[in-house]
C-alpha cells in the first residue's frame, strides 16, 4: 500500500489526526469572482429595467409570453443565468462556513 491509500487507511484507524487543507484564499477569491458575475448581471438588469414597457415589470405572463429579443425575454434570460450564478455564490458561502469553523 502506498500513498494516498497508506494515508487514508492511517486516517481510518486514526481520526483524531485526520488535517485537509482549507483552501481558505481561493475560496474567498472564487467568492469574490462570483460576486462580480452576479454584479454584473445584476447592472444588465437594471438597465433592461429602464427601458422596460409600462407594465411589463409587474406582469409574469407578459415575461413569460415575451421573446428573447424583447426587453421581458432579454430580462427572462438574464434571471435564469442569475439563478445558476446565485445557486453556486450561495453553495460556495455553505461550505466557506463549514470550512472555516
Not at 481561493?26 to 437594471?46: D, F, R, T
Not at 432579454?74 to 442569475?82: D, I, M, T, V, Y
Request: hydrophobic content about 40%.
Amino acid at each position: 500500500m502506498e500513498g494516498y491509500a497508506k494515508l487514508a487507511r492511517l486516517f481510518s484507524h486514526f481520526p483524531e489526526i485526520i488535517c485537509f487543507r482549507k483552501f481558505s484564499q481561493l475560496n474567498l477569491e472564487l467568492l469574490l469572482y462570483k460576486q462580480a458575475e452576479i454584479s454584473h448581471v445584476e447592472l444588465k438588469i437594471k438597465n433592461l429595467r429602464k427601458s422596460e414597457p409600462v407594465g411589463c415589470a409587474r406582469s409574469w405572463h407578459k415575461t413569460q409570453e415575451a421573446g428573447v429579443d424583447d426587453t421581458a425575454g432579454q430580462k427572462r434570460e438574464l434571471f435564469g443565468e442569475l439563478d445558476g450564478l446565485m445557486c453556486a455564490y450561495r453553495k460556495l458561502k455553505i461550505v466557506m462556513s463549514f470550512i472555516d469553523h
